[in-house]
Structure formats: C-alpha cells, structure tokens
C-alpha cells in the first residue's frame, strides 16, 4: 500500500511540474488531473510538496504615514485569492516619529505573485481614476477596489469548490506558521463613501479589470501551485 501511494505522489509531482509548461492547454490539464488524484487518494498539498515548496516568505511592500483604504482592499482580495497574508505593523524612525509598513507573508511562490499581481492593480486603479472624469476621484477608486476585491474573492470560493483539498492545505499550513511566529491581532474597518455616484460608477468599472494578469509569461491557473 505504500509502495503504491508513493508512486501515485509522484505522479502527482510530475503533473505539477507539468503545469508550469508554457502550453496553456498543457498546464491546466495537468492541474486537472493533479487535483483529480488528490481528491481520489484524499492527499493534501503537505504530503506532495518538497521542502522547498513549503518555505515561508515574508516581504515588506513599501512604508507609508497612512494607507488608503483602496489600496487596503485590493491587498486584501489578493491575499486571499493567493493565499497569503498581509499586515501593517509600525516602524520607529527616530523618537518622534515613526512610519507603517506594509508586508505580505505565504509560501514563497504564492508571495512572488500576489506582489505581481498588487502592483498591477494597483497601476490599472490609477490609471482609470486618471480617465475618470467624474467629480470625487477617492471614492472612485473606492468603488473600483470594491469591485475588484469581490472579484478576487469570487476566484478563491470557485478554487474551494474545485478543490478544496489543496485550498485547505495552503491556508492552513500558513495559518499554522503564523500562530507559532506572530501575535496578530486583527482589525475591520468600515469604506466610508462621500460620493455614492463616483463610488458606484467605480464598481462597475471594476468588472472591466482583467485578473487573468501574465506572470513573468505565466497565467494564474485556477490557483498557483508551484
């Protein structure tokens, strides 16, 4: 039985290799039929994964004296979607005076693309405020880190659908990791709007954003696995 379940692991490594070919179709069928034995032999991600696989990283963003609230949601829907974490924590400059850094926290391959993947929102939500011609640009951008927020969040549920084994396994060997390393404490906060036209006009405009974003010349793959 063992010697049976070893070949089947393997197996299952060849097709993950398999999934970063370069061949679209290529990739996502191997994905498929990775998850496919997973479900069939009730495997977790922790029982295929190598050990480079399962190193964590931890990667400060950028330091800022107060972060808008779009930039936090659109963080926010990214890390879920890739399966990291993300959190602020202060850094004193000197007596007086102090910044907040943003840093985000997974399994490596997950952190490399969520950091793509931010930056690249991040330059779309600029880039259509600037074309926006309405009044109230802030909440217009509200409106579209709203939208794209949901969206991302909408991915990560159709990954637990389709697999809920691996989502599982990302999430809760992360979780683990940070409940032996960190005392975090977590905190919501409400999007106060000003403008309900600007904001609405943004959240429609958020359907337009593709999240089908290259990679270094990879697409995301229902979720990046290695």
């Known amino acids: 039985m063992e010697k ?8 299952i490594r060849k097709l993950l290799r398999l999934s970063e070919s370069p061949n679209e179709a290529e990739a996502s069928l191997a994905i498929e039929k990775a998850q496919n034995l997973l479900r069939e032999y009730n495997l977790s991600m922790q029982d295929i994964e190598k050990d480079k696989n ?5 990667e400060d963003l950028f330091e800022l004296k107060r972060e808008p609230t779009w930039k936090s949601l659109i963080i926010s829907g990214v890390c879920q979607a890739y399966y990291c974490k993300s959190f602020l924590y202060k850094k004193r400059l000197n007596l007086k005076d102090y910044v907040y850094v943003r840093n985000i926290i ?8 969520a950091i793509e993947v931010i930056k690249y ?3 779309a939500v600029e880039r259509l405020a ?15 880190a709203c939208r794209i927020a949901d969206r991302l969040k909408e991915l990560n549920k159709q990954d637990r659908e389709y697999c809920n ?3 599982v396994s990302e999430e809760g060997f992360l979780n683990k990791y940070l409940k032996e390393n960190f005392n975090v404490t977590t905190r919501y906060s409400n999007v106060r709007i000003n403008h309900n036209e600007a904001y609405s006009r943004g959240y429609k405009d958020g359907n337009n954003v593709s999240l089908n974003t290259q990679i270094h010349g990879k697409q995301k793959l229902g979720f990046y696995l290695s």
């Not at 399962?54 to 931890?58: N, V």
């Not at 997974?106 to 693309?113: D, S, W, Y």
């Open 165 to 167: 084994a691996l989502v």
């Open 4 to 11: 049976k379940m070893e070949i089947v692991m393997e197996k």
């Open 54 to 58: 399962s190193e964590i990283k931890k």
């Open 106 to 113: 997974g399994k490596e391959h997950n952190v490399i693309v």
């Open 121 to 123: 929102l991040f330059s």
């Open 130 to 144: 600037k074309e926006y011609k309405g009044k109230n640009k802030l909440d217009y951008k509200k409106g579209l």
